[in-house]
């Protein structure tokens, strides 16, 4: 995984502030096996797109821990943090 996706306080804080959840696959530099499947689908290699995921398994998974509310006063001051670097 890249140097985001390793950092597992980053990886909690963007499933609870996006209350979504997220997953870091056990494989460094999953986004490789990535562009191998797509090499292997352009070549017939593959019969399925599910093939890839016998070669991936989920490390840890992130799930929202934060209330609904909380997030979004968080992501709202986020927003506003970032509207001030860009202008």
């Not at 996006?18 to 562009?35: E, K, N, T």
């Not at 490390?59 to 006063?73: A, E, R, V």
């Not at 506003?80 to 860009?86: G, H, P, Q």
Request: contains cysteine.
């Amino acid at each position: 995984c890249g140097p985001f996706a390793s950092n597992d306080f980053l990886m909690q804080f963007q499933s609870d502030v996006l209350q979504i959840p997220l997953a870091r696959f056990s494989v460094d530099y999953a986004r490789l096996f990535g562009m191998a499947y797509m090499l292997g689908v352009q070549t017939k290699c593959f019969d399925s797109p599910n093939e890839i995921e016998n070669w991936l398994s989920i490390d840890t998974q992130f799930l929202p821990g934060m209330d609904p509310i909380t997030s979004h006063s968080k992501y709202n001051h986020w927003l506003e943090c970032a509207m001030k670097v860009y202008s």
